[in-house]
């Protein structure tokens, strides 16, 4: 099959996926800046009180790998299920509360918890299963898809709050991801569960051990940790580092700006290089350009041109990191226990975002300056990243249960 007549043929699951990944979890990150100021404002809450919400996702360390595996053994739509009802009865819990810091937090919690199960590591599944020739392209869409729904949504959303309050702004969300979960689940291909003697033939303890002995487990993971070390200087962070460096409001904005089109950008180049080249060296230049991008900022070059490439470059591969993770797990460990892979690749992102967030702060506090975090990332990138091109001599994975099947048929 062509590499775009798979695009045409497997439309439905890329829709599902893109579609349930956009108005699942994930689209968080785009909303909470939305609803913040008026809710601060009505309830006297405190900045620092609003910064806890960053402690719930914590959780996901503990959940993604338990959604993987649910997604392995029953599938998309089942595992999902849960999510997709539960997201919007959230969401019209939130319109409910009152001043009560507690009760709002424990919803954002009890989002987490329930709804992990609309994450990429369960809906980036359905790419996996169906596409091949087209699969680097196929997850760039897919992991795009909040974005698209927050780039679309948030200025109409903010505009609606203004108009009708914050209330009316969660209720509206609630019928929006109700809605839209369920199209996604609707879409999803039918007979795409796995049968129940491939679940009987899945055994926890001996998968996770064939997975702890794969060398590409561990050079992806180690990989993936290396490079997300830096993760705190790709979200609120980015803007006062770049004033740190010496960029006017003005210039420090614009970059901003900027870095949000890099990761657009490095998205789908990501993915159409995946297509074509080798994975491991793409893997390996696409993560580690941010290495060049924080020696830049680090060192007293203050351009705006200089500033425009380190940024430029740290937004490519922002953008790359959504596709390669999935790319890399599919292509060294097979549909068989995707997700659960997937699920603890994403879960040491999470480690080491946090480990990241601790040692920014430990840095800060006796230099009030970006430097000696910057050039301390830009090292740990650079290792992670040649990690990457040590997947090219590791061996084939083989799945424990296709190796028990004969066995188990004699």
């Known amino acids: 099959m062509s590499y775009f007549a798979e695009l045409r043929t497997h ?14 979890i994930g689209v968080m990150a785009y909303i909470v800046g939305t609803f913040a100021p008026h809710l601060l404002a009505e309830f006297g809450w405190t900045r620092s009180q609003f910064a806890l919400l960053g402690t719930a996702t914590l959780l996901t360390l503990v959940f993604l790998p338990v959604v993987g595996r649910a997604a392995d053994l029953f599938g998309v739509r089942r595992t999902a299920l849960l999510g997709v009802i539960y997201m919007p009865m959230s969401f019209y819990a939130l319109s409910t509360i009152g001043g009560d810091f507690r009760v709002f937090i424990a919803i954002v919690i009890s ?8 994450s990429t590591t369960v809906y980036s599944r359905l790419v996996a299963e169906r596409f091949v020739q087209a699969r680097g392209l196929g997850l760039a869409i897919m992991a795009s898809g909040p974005a698209i729904v927050g780039a679309i949504g948030s200025p109409l959303l903010s ?17 929006f991801t109700a809605c839209l979960g369920v199209l996604a689940l609707a879409l999803v291909p039918s007979g795409q569960q796995p049968a129940p ?39 609120p962070q ?40 080798a994975a491991h060296r793409i893997a390996a230049l696409s993560m580690g350009l941010p290495a060049i991008g924080m020696f830049l900022i680090a060192s007293p070059l203050d351009a705006w041109g200089t500033l425009w490439v380190a940024v430029s470059l740290m937004g490519l591969s922002q953008g790359a990191e959504g596709d390669i993770a999935g790319y890399l797990v599919v292509r060294h460990f097979g549909v068989g226990i995707f997700s659960s892979v997937l699920g603890l690749i994403i879960a040491a992102l999470g480690v080491a975002s946090s480990l990241g967030a601790l040692l920014l702060s430990l ?34 994975f083989v799945d424990p249960a296709a190796e028990a099947a004969p ?3 004699a």
């Open 407 to 409: 066995a188990s048929a």
């Open 238 to 277: 980015l803007k006062l580092m770049l004033l740190d460096a010496g960029a006017p409001a003005l210039d420090a904005a614009r970059l901003v700006s900027l870095y949000a089109i890099g990761v657009i950008v490095g998205r789908f180049a990501c993915g159409l290089a995946l297509d074509r080249f």
């Open 363 to 396: 840095s800060l506090s006796p230099t009030d300056s970006y430097t000696p975090f910057l050039a301390a990332s830009a090292v740990a990138v650079l290792v992670g990243s040649l990690l990457f091109l040590g997947l090219g001599r590791s061996g084939e």
């Open 111 to 118: 989002q987490v918890v329930l709804g992990i199960g609309t």
């Open 197 to 235: 003697a491939a679940r009987r033939a899945r055994s926890a303890p001996r998968d996770y051990a064939a997975i702890a002995r794969s060398r590409a487990f561990w050079l992806i993971a180690g990989g993936m940790f290396l490079c997300n070390i830096a993760a705190p200087l790709h979200g």
């Open 159 to 175: 505009d609606y709050i203004d108009e009708h309050g914050w209330r009316a702004g969660y209720r509206l969300m609630a019928v």
């Open 11 to 24: 439309w439905r699951p890329l829709a599902a996926s893109t579609i349930g990944h956009g108005v699942g």
